[in-house]
């Protein structure tokens, strides 16, 4: 898992929805962050836009924890900072 990547999944949490930062680790589910399915659809969304990469709908209501959606973001090839 690519640190780099994490840790801009890491930000995005914390920013945008307010996550307690020692909340977040690679095993959390996003109902354990307190993210409903419409965070889930923001935070697509903001990964996307902050890692340049594209998240189908059935990819985010897949994803099972965090690891699963930072797993995701590379193997789609997420660029931190140029999306």
């Known amino acids: 898992m690519s640190s780099t990547v994490y840790e ?3 930000t ?3 920013e945008n929805f307010g996550v307690e ?3 977040i680790s690679a095993d959390a589910t996003f109902e354990d962050l307190d993210l409903d399915s ?3 659809v923001e935070f ?3 990964a996307e ?3 340049g990469v594209r998240i189908e709908d059935e990819e985010a209501e897949a994803l099972g924890t965090l690891g699963d959606a ?3 973001l590379e193997d789609k090839g997420a660029t931190p900072g140029e999306g």
């Open 49 to 51: 836009e902050e890692l």
């Open 12 to 14: 995005i949490l914390v």
């Open 44 to 46: 697509s969304l903001a």
């Open 38 to 40: 419409l965070d889930l």
């Open 70 to 72: 930072v797993k995701l």
């Open 8 to 10: 801009r999944v890491s």
């Open 21 to 23: 930062a020692d909340k």
